[in-house]
């Protein structure tokens, strides 16, 4: 995290792996994003697993199991923010692609989590197109963008 963060629910490490995992989600432009310290899913995630704290120790062992488990529950042997990008897509797809639900639900709540909490965060929108919130200056800049004499 950066440096003066406080969290909430996360460790340090589990920051780090949530983190990780939302940079391969989000593709390479919302990776950048993150990289470039525009946008924190990790923040936003301890944030909102802070309001629900039921979700807090799912979500800490779910990165406990993909930060040190090993082969063959997870199809790797380093931790997994010391993989380089395409051995992260690999151990995340083998989590996706398994046989066993478990490996299944714990790829789908990390990739609902990453994806709630990049495409949240107002930075995204450019990332996107979204023009933001249809208030009524809203409407009126995303009209101007669609039709742009006015008409």
Request: glycine content about 8%.
């Amino acid at each position: 995290p950066p440096a003066g963060a406080r969290l909430g629910v996360l460790s340090p490490r589990a920051y780090a792996t949530f983190q990780a995992v939302a940079m391969r989600c989000v593709g390479p432009r919302g990776a950048e994003a993150i990289r470039a310290r525009r946008i924190d899913p990790a923040r936003a995630a301890d944030a909102w697993v802070a309001r629900v704290p039921a979700l807090a120790e799912p979500l800490s062992q779910g990165l406990w199991v993909i930060e040190w488990g090993v082969y063959p529950l997870v199809a790797k042997w380093r931790p997994f923010t010391a993989l380089d990008g395409a051995r992260q897509d690999r151990v995340l797809e083998d989590l996706m692609r398994s046989r066993l639900d478990l490996k299944r639900d714990l790829f789908k709540g990390l990739k609902s989590l990453a994806m709630l909490t990049f495409y949240s965060d107002p930075a995204a929108r450019t990332a996107v197109g979204h023009p933001g919130p249809f208030d009524a200056h809203g409407i009126e800049v995303a009209m101007a963008d669609l039709v742009p004499d006015g008409r």
